[in-house]
């Protein structure tokens, strides 16, 4: 069964160091998602891409995030400088094009410690 | 604002001893509402997608349902292999970009 996969499962990082958080979507999905959760919170969302280009964005996806899909498998979640607050599971999500279908599928995802 | 809220926080039942979980939401329309069983450390694992209300969807020991202002999840006879959180997601117009607001979550725990 199709699934979508995440790299680093854990990753510990210095505030204010870049990380790089990596995400297989499912093969033939077109819409791409990253969502965080910090511990004992909701899950929320930060970001959708579709069509080589940000659909939407939360306010908490700010100047220091971007995302990019650099080749036609890998979807990535970049944090420029990160802070104390940024600790979290962030997990990236995929679904298929547009319609009645339209449920997402959820990475394991990355924990991001930052110290 | 749209909101989702979920009911209760934390249930924990015997096993065989059947109950329900409330999710709540409050939207400006609704594309599509969603239940996802979260583990421990682990993604949400999707469960059901419905789309209007008196919709309903099966699946082993879980069925959901949706009204136009709440859905529920129903358990029947859970096993311990049933404990875990269950979240709840709206889908909301306008647009159609995808974004889920969750709720909370339940937090099951199934005692043998």
């Known amino acids: 069964e199709p699934e979508v996969t995440q790299t680093p499962s854990h990753q510990v990082t210095q505030m204010g160091q870049e990380v790089i958080l990596r995400c297989v979507p499912i093969s033939n999905h077109l819409y791409f998602y990253w969502y965080r959760q910090i511990l004992g919170q909701k899950v929320e969302f930060l970001v959708s891409f579709y069509n080589n280009e940000i659909s939407e964005k939360s306010e908490i996806f700010d100047d220091q995030f971007s995302v990019e899909r650099p080749d036609g498998s890998n979807f990535t979640l970049k944090i420029r400088s990160t802070k104390l607050e940024d600790s979290a599971m962030y997990f990236c999500?995929?679904?298929?094009?547009?319609?009645?279908?339209?449920?997402?599928?959820f990475g394991p995802g990355t924990r991001l410690t930052v110290l | 604002e749209d909101q989702v809220t979920q009911s209760p926080e934390a249930l924990r039942l015997q096993e065989g001893e059947s109950s329900s979980l409330n999710c709540s939401y409050t939207?400006?329309?609704?594309?599509?509402l969603f239940w996802y069983r979260q583990d421990p450390g682990k993604g949400p694992e999707f469960l059901f997608t419905?789309?209007?209300a008196g919709e309903e969807k099966e699946k082993e020991r879980l069925k959901a349902t949706l009204t136009k202002k709440e859905s529920f999840l129903h358990i029947t006879a859970p096993k311990p292999e049933d404990s875990a959180t269950y979240l709840c997601a709206v889908h909301p117009t306008p647009g159609n970009t995808g974004k889920l607001i969750f709720g909370q979550g339940t937090t099951l725990q199934v005692k043998p």
């Open positions: 939207v400006s329309g609704l594309r599509g």
């Open positions: 419905l789309y209007s």
């Open positions: 999500a995929s679904r298929a094009l547009a319609g009645q279908y339209n449920e997402q599928f």
